[in-house]
C-alpha cells in the first residue's frame, strides 16, 4: 500500500490549499480514508474523515473550512482548506487501514503566514 500526498505549500491567513492523496495496492472503494496533521512539538491529531460510501466525519476545529471528499475512478482522497489560520500550520498526512495494518502518506507541509 503506498499513499503518495501533495498540495501543501505556503498560503496567507485566510486563504485556501486543496491536498490531494492518491492510493495504490488496496481496494480503494472499500476503505475509509483519513486526513491527520502533525504541527512541531504535538501529536497527529485527526481532521477528517471519509467512508466508502462517503460519510464524513471532521474535527471540531476544521468543521464549517475544510471538505474531505474521495475519487473512486482517480483512487485519490482530497481536502478542500478554506479560511486557514496559523493554528491549521503542520503536516498533514492521509492515512487508511488495509488488513489489519494502517498506513501513512509521507506527509505534505502547511504552512500559514500572518
Known amino acids: 500500500v503506498q499513499l503518495q500526498a501533495s498540495g501543501g505549500g505556503l498560503v496567507q491567513t485566510g486563504g485556501s490549499l486543496r491536498l490531494s492523496c492518491k492510493a495504490s495496492?488496496?481496494?480503494?472503494?472499500?476503505?475509509?480514508l483519513g486526513w491527520y496533521r502533525q504541527a512541531p512539538g504535538k501529536q497527529r491529531d485527526l481532521v477528517a474523515t471519509i467512508t466508502s460510501r462517503g460519510f464524513t466525519n471532521y474535527a471540531d476545529s476544521v468543521k464549517g473550512r475544510f471538505a474531505v471528499s474521495r475519487d473512486n475512478a482517480k483512487r485519490t482522497v482530497y481536502l478542500q482548506m478554506n479560511s486557514l489560520g496559523s493554528e491549521d500550520a503542520a503536516v498533514y498526512y492521509c492515512s487508511t487501514e488495509h488488513r489489519g495494518f494502517t498506513f501513512w502518506g509521507q506527509g505534505t507541509q502547511v504552512t500559514v503566514s500572518s
Open positions: 495496492g488496496l481496494n480503494f472503494g472499500i476503505n475509509t
